[in-house]
């Protein structure tokens, strides 16, 4: 049962995710929040993980998600479940795009999904930065504004933002510098 779960979850969720891999974020907190096969902490790390191995983030993160849940089967079976509905979707598109592709309607549709895109990859952006810059647990136990933020991570991203703005490196290079940082600082 928990294989066909995860293909009908994944299959949703890849059917919603128009603009990319952020773009299932927001889907995957309400997976994690609905069936507990992951937490938010470790979807924080899923999308580092997938950040740092090849492949799209989504497929990346929904082979993981499976994993998690369902073992190797349960991976492949969420990969087949976010990646079916795409496949379907390029196939229709593809046979009828070229016909309507300077229909206004066609535009004014893509243009209208483009601020959607916006606002579901932000909120997912507002997920990360809530386990990696805020520590809500602690706060709500001590009620200490001091004990609210991750100091720690919060001075590196600022360093690894300035970084990346002035020294212009391939990204997998900053990934791979945090990494090691991570182990050597502890966050």
Known sequence: ???LLLYIEFFK?????VGGGLATLPFLYQLSLKTGWFTTHQLADMVAVSEITPGPLGINMATFS???AGGILGGIIATLGIVTPSVI???I????????V???????AFTGLRPAVCALITIAVWEIIKVSVFNFELYEQTSSIKDLFLLKNILFMVILFVLMRKIKLHP???IGLSAVAGIFINF
């Open 1 to 3: 049962m928990i294989y």
């Open 13 to 17: 969720i890849g059917l919603f995710a």
């Open 66 to 68: 499976g994993f998690n």
């Open 89 to 91: 979707v390029i196939i």
């Open 93 to 100: 598109v593809a046979g009828i795009l070229n016909k309507f």
């Open 102 to 108: 300077k229909n206004k309607y066609v535009a004014d």
């Open 172 to 174: 997998i290079v900053y």
